[in-house]
């Protein structure tokens, strides 16, 4: 069984509510999770700490989701990013994962795509033990 204690995600949302829930929701599965309000803060984030992947939302006061990806592949393009996109966003599903991002949800999202979307992010395979 995997020990995802060995990663560590970047929840970036404007949004204190979701913030919180995705927080939740992934140390609930054993990742570490840390969060930032905007882009701006989640990039220091990221120039000092280790990040193993990111999840930030598209439109977000001082510092949008597309900004911050493009900051992070010109730092790190290893780091996998995936981004959330409302109906209310300039840029499009292809222009996201054409500039670098790994997954694009649309809002709202299923949680179990999303963490099967992050585990496959991170080259992370589950797999149940076979009974014979």
């Given at each position: 069984?995997?020990?995802?204690?060995?990663?560590?995600?970047?929840?970036?949302?404007?949004?204190?509510?979701?913030?919180?829930?995705?927080?939740?929701?992934?140390?609930?599965?054993?990742?570490?999770?840390?969060?930032?309000?905007n882009g701006v803060?989640?990039?220091?984030?990221?120039?000092?700490?280790?990040?193993?992947?990111?999840?930030?939302?598209?439109?977000?006061?001082?510092?949008?989701?597309?900004?911050?990806?493009?900051?992070?592949?010109?730092?790190?393009?290893?780091?996998?990013?995936?981004?959330?996109?409302?109906?209310?966003?300039?840029?499009?599903?292809?222009?996201?994962?054409?500039?670098?991002?790994?997954?694009?949800?649309?809002?709202?999202?299923?949680?179990?795509?999303?963490?099967?979307?992050?585990?496959?992010?991170?080259?992370?395979?589950?797999?149940?033990?076979l009974a014979f």
């Amino acid at each position: 069984m995997t020990d995802f204690g060995n990663y560590t995600l970047l929840v970036v949302d404007d949004d204190e509510d979701l913030r919180d829930i995705l927080s939740v929701t992934f140390r609930k599965q054993g990742f570490k999770v840390l969060t930032a309000t905007n882009g701006v803060e989640a990039f220091d984030l990221i120039q000092n700490k280790k990040i193993d992947l990111v999840i930030s939302d598209m439109i977000m006061p001082d510092g949008d989701g597309l900004s911050l990806l493009e900051k992070i592949r010109m730092r790190n393009p290893n780091i996998p990013v995936v981004i959330f996109i409302t109906g209310f966003s300039h840029v499009s599903v292809d222009e996201c994962v054409a500039r670098g991002a790994k997954s694009v949800f649309s809002k709202p999202f299923d949680q179990k795509e999303l963490l099967e979307s992050v585990k496959s992010s991170l080259n992370i395979y589950s797999f149940k033990k076979l009974a014979f």
